[in-house]
């Protein structure tokens, strides 16, 4: 089994699909947390300059979430059962990514406060439009499943991905979660995986 380090800062956005493969798998692994000025400390070093890294066997770095969710998930069986599953996952994967991209500046403002305007006008401008234009297709998607997971066989990483992003929307605007009920549902489910609960029962709460 190597030897994994998965650094990220102190919160959950987008190291914790990683992090709940990991915890599903049963994986050892070292959780480390950064802050800003800790970060800011090896950053000039890193592959990307940017966080999550995953350090396979203390010298090769996987610099990008994706391919570390796509990396642990394949590794640990969480990526499908046949070629289309990990096709489907991994197209339903590309979209919501891209509705976290393009929300992006609510988080970048509150987490290091840079962006034009006030937390509420940011919000209504980059996260409100996105969540309610993608949110409807990722439903949708969810009802076509014969599992009540996003692939037809159960549980994979997409599960985890695309659940801890609904319950951020549910922390920061729980009007806006509730007209997603079927998210809200298949969110529970996943938080409520027997794998987790340890994990869970000790994670600190944060926002997003
Ligand atoms: N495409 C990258 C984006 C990573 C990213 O933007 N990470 C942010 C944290 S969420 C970061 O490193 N911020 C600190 C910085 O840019 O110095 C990925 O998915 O890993």
């Given at each position: 089994m190597p030897n994994l380090k998965l650094s990220y800062l102190n919160f959950r956005f987008l190291a914790e699909p990683a992090r709940l493969i990991l915890h599903y798998s049963g994986v050892n692994f070292e959780d480390e947390r950064l802050n800003f000025n800790t970060w800011d400390s090896v950053k000039q070093t890193s592959p990307f300059k940017t966080l999550p890294i995953l350090t396979i066997n203390g010298n090769q770095q996987i610099g990008q979430s994706m391919t570390i969710n796509r990396y642990l998930a394949k590794k640990y069986k969480l990526n499908g059962k046949t070629e289309m599953e990990d096709i489907h996952i991994n197209c339903i994967a590309e979209y919501f990514r891209e509705m976290m991209e393009k929300a992006r500046p609510f988080i970048r403002f509150m987490n290091r406060g840079i962006g034009e305007g006030t937390k509420e006008e940011i919000y209504q401008k980059y996260q409100v439009p996105n969540v309610k234009t993608y949110f409807p297709v990722i439903v949708q998607l969810l009802k076509q499943s014969?599992?009540?997971?996003?692939a037809d066989s159960g549980i994979t990483w997409i599960d985890f991905f695309i659940s801890e992003y609904v319950d951020s929307i549910q922390n920061l605007d729980p009007e806006l979660a509730k007209q997603f009920p079927e998210l809200l549902e298949h969110s529970l489910k996943v938080h409520s995986l027997p794998q987790l609960q340890n994990y869970l029962k000790s994670r600190k709460h944060t926002t997003w």
């Open positions: 014969k599992s009540g997971f996003f």
